[in-house]
Structure formats: C-alpha cells, structure tokens
T-cell receptor
Framework: GNSVTQMEGPVTLSEEAFLTINCTYT??????LFWYVQYPGEGLQLLLK?????DKGSNKGFEATYRKETTSFHLEKGSVQVSDSAVYFC??????????????FGKGTHLIIQP | ETGVTQTPRHLVMGMTNKKSLKCEQH?????MYWYKQSAKKPLELMFV???????ENNSVPSRFSPECPNSSHLFLHLHTLQPEDSALYLC???????????FGPGTRLTVL
C-alpha cells in the first residue's frame, strides 16, 4: 500500500535560516505529491504540488521536487519567517481514471521559527 | 460562503449522545471526504463519496455513519462514541480531473 514518511518535529529554526523538511514515499503507480500546511486552529491548506517525476512545485518561497529515483519530495525554503510557523504535511494521491481516491499523509512536521 | 465549511467547529459530547457533523462545499466539486486527525498520528481517511455514492469505507467502526445527500453536502452521524474518538474531523472535496483536495477548517470533537 501507499505510505509517506516525513521527519517529525518539532523543528526549531531562527528567522532567515534555510529550511529542509524531508519526505519519502512508497506507492504503486505514479502518484501526485503534495505539501499541505496547517496553521493553529485551521484546516489544511495546499502549499504546493507536483504531478510527475522531476516536476518542481513552488509557492510562497517554498519549493519541492518530485524525485522518482529516490522516492522523495523534500520541502525547502531559503529564508524562513516567523509567519511560517505551522505544521507541514507531505501527502500523496492518485487521481487517475476519474476516481476520487483519498490522500495518504505523513505524520506532520511542526515547524517553529524564532525571531 | 466560499470553499469548504464545517459545522460545528467544536463539539463536546457524552458517550451516549447522538450528534452530527456537517460539511458543505461551494466549489462545484463531485467528490467529498472525511478524515480523522489525532495527535501524533497521520491523517486517517475515513470515507469517500463520489457523485453521492460511497466509494470507500476505510474500516471505520459503525458508530460513525456518513451521509451524502448531494455532491455539495456531507454529514457524519455519531452515536455511542468512545473517548479515543476525540480528534479533529476534517472534510475535503475535489472534482474529477482536479489534482488536489480542498479542506475545511475541521470540527474539534471531544468525547467525555
């Protein structure tokens, strides 16, 4: 079956530091990969996505590249801000054949940015 | 209202109570989902509905009963829950061909 493994936090960084959150996956076929972010008291928001190998998703300074050879989708940001403090979830899903399969999530990484 | 809305946002219930969670999407999507988010665990997919038909029940106990009267509304009926059912329940939606899901803010459920 499908599974997602991501580094567990909390991850604590200083403002303007470089961020990497690792994510690896196991899946059959060719899934799409996602990073979602959850701020306190809110639901999940899509941060970025990649739908095929070597695609790079990017949004709000965050980037992740779909690496099929290493089955990874690591999240990076060059200079984090206090407002980036949140929980980040790596996920995969299959949307082929017109189906509506659910997503498989990692456990989430709590990111804390200190001023 | 836009996006995916969920009511109530917070719910406290006893083990013998019956309550319902409501989800509504205003995005014209055809598929809707219930997920359970517990501390220290990955989000767990509970149910999937596509064009009002249930397409997946992820081995969820029968004390959770979903209902999808149309593509815009999804309910989760709760009865005789256990304290370990306390969690954040998230609703999501998507449409065929759209390669992502949109989430609501969740209902924080506490079972006493």
């Amino acid at each position: 079956g499908n599974s997602v493994t991501q580094m567990e936090g909390p991850v604590t960084l200083s403002e303007e530091a470089f961020l990497t959150i690792n994510c690896t996956y196991t899946a059959t076929g060719y899934p799409s990969l996602f990073w979602y972010v959850q701020y306190p008291g809110e639901g999940l928001q899509l941060l970025l996505k990649a739908t095929k190998a070597d695609d790079k998703g990017s949004n709000k300074g965050f980037e992740a590249t779909y690496r099929k050879e290493t089955t990874s989708f690591h999240l990076e940001k060059g200079s984090v801000q206090v407002s980036d403090s949140a929980v980040y979830f790596c996920a995969l899903g299959s949307f082929s054949g017109g189906g509506a399969d659910g997503l498989t999530f990692g456990k989430g990484t709590h990111l804390i940015i200190q001023p | 209202e836009t996006g995916v809305t969920q009511t109530p946002r917070h719910l406290v219930m006893g083990m013998t109570n019956k309550k319902s969670l409501k989800c509504e999407q205003h995005l014209g999507h055809n598929a809707m989902y219930w997920y359970k988010q517990s501390a220290k665990k990955p989000l767990e997919l509970m149910f999937v509905y596509n064009f009002k038909e249930q397409t997946e029940n992820n081995s969820v106990p029968s004390r959770f009963s979903p209902e999808c009267p149309n593509s815009s509304h999804l309910f989760l009926h709760l009865h005789t829950l256990q304290p370990e059912d306390s969690a954040l329940y998230l609703c999501a939606s998507t449409r065929t061909g759209l390669n992502e899901q949109f989430f609501g803010p969740g209902t924080r459920l506490t079972v006493l």
